[in-house]
């Protein structure tokens, strides 16, 4: 069979959307995906040369009298035509739509066409572009349950949210990740990281915390972005924290296992992350998302004992530390989270997102 995937954007889009093509081509179907123009698109797929990928120019929704919308409407009729033109060449037999603007177009193109469509959202509540997108949908698959009510008149499942094989088969044992990253095997290890551009609100508390770190003992690898990169080396190194700072890291497989306990946002690819490895986190959900969808996340998490919640506008380092430093004193209650956090989230989340899709020939 073959199936186009539109997943491109941000790396809680890409990823996810990654982990159901590869389980497709491993059963031996034919994946096309669509990515956006950005640079986090690029740098992903740089692992997987042999994926047939498409370019589309699509961009977020502006405000309804911006003056942005122009350019919003002119790229989405390109997305449509480019779209509409891959699958009047060679048609599909569906199309998953992962969220996010560059998705709108390739399932509208679908619907015209009579393809069937689905949309996976991983949140707890959909954006603005899940919402319009599940008119087109034959279906919506759901990273957690408690989103099923704002799809109140489409049809969902729960598949949870794909994780990547190799993340899922790749992970070495935790001294091994450990050597791998150039860490102390033995010296408890802190993993912060903002998603996959980075956070600057989670920089910042990190900068200022660094210098209760070494009461701690602790060693760091901390995910920064590009642009703060260098300004929490920096903050690390003064503090004589030993630190592995990175601005992207695209071996996560060997980063997870390596940490004791996370810092982390709760976009929902990283929260299924999390999830698999039974990771302990704190969550520092990005306060200005969209639908506050982020706390929403965040919550599932809290709720379930698998992490404990601090927001940001309130949070200081000193705060943040006294958090850490009271969970990594307490091994039962970092055990008791990592078995919640694994409770959290199906293991086979990519094989039942392509499940779905090969039903539609049955």
């Known amino acids: 069979m073959k ?37 986090i698109d690029a740098r992903a797929l740089r692992a997987h040369p042999d994926l047939p990928r498409q370019k589309l120019p699509s961009i977020g929704l502006p405000a309804i009298f911006s003056p942005a919308m122009v350019t919003f409407l002119r790229r989405l009729r390109s997305s449509l035509k480019s779209c509409g033109s891959s699958y009047d060449t060679d048609r599909p037999d569906a199309v998953l739509g992962m969220g996010g603007f560059t998705s709108i177009a390739p399932l509208i193109a679908a619907r015209r066409r009579g393809i069937p469509a689905f949309l996976h959202e991983s949140n707890a509540i959909p954006g603005k572009a899940n919402r319009l997108a599940a008119r087109f949908c034959r279906s919506v698959l759901l990273g957690f349950d408690d989103c099923a009510r704002h799809f109140s008149k489409s049809t969902t499942r729960v598949t949870g949210t794909p994780i990547r094989r190799e993340l899922a088969e790749g992970a070495p044992a935790r001294a091994e990740a450990r050597s791998a990253l150039g860490l102390e095997p033995e010296r408890t290890t802190l993993l912060v990281m903002g998603g996959s551009q980075g956070a600057a609100g989670i920089n910042a508390l990190m900068a200022q915390a660094a210098s209760h770190l070494p009461a701690a003992a602790l060693q760091v690898v901390h995910l920064a972005g590009d642009r703060d990169v260098e300004t929490v080396r920096s903050a690390y190194a003064t503090a004589g924290v030993p630190a592995v700072v990175l601005p992207f890291c695209d071996r996560m497989q060997e980063v997870y296992p390596a940490a004791d306990l996370a810092i982390s946002r709760s976009g929902a690819a990283s929260l299924g992350e999390l999830s698999w490895f039974g990771l302990p986190s704190v969550l520092i959900p990005f306060p200005y ?48 989270m990592a078995t919640a956090a694994r409770a959290l989230a199906p293991r086979d989340a990519a094989a039942r997102v392509a499940a779905v899709l090969t039903e539609v020939k049955s």
């Open 289 to 336: 998302a969209a639908e506050d969808h982020q706390r929403l996340n965040a919550e599932i998490f809290t709720r379930a004992g698998a992490a404990k919640l601090l927001a940001e506008p309130e949070a200081t380092g000193e705060s943040l530390f006294r958090l850490v430093i009271s969970l990594l004193e307490s091994p039962e209650t970092l055990a008791a």
């Open 3 to 39: 199936f186009a995937i539109a997943c491109g954007g941000t790396g809680g889009h890409l990823f996810p959307g990654l982990a159901v093509a590869e389980v497709l081509r491993g059963q031996g179907h034919e994946v096309l995906l669509f990515v956006s123009e950005k640079e």
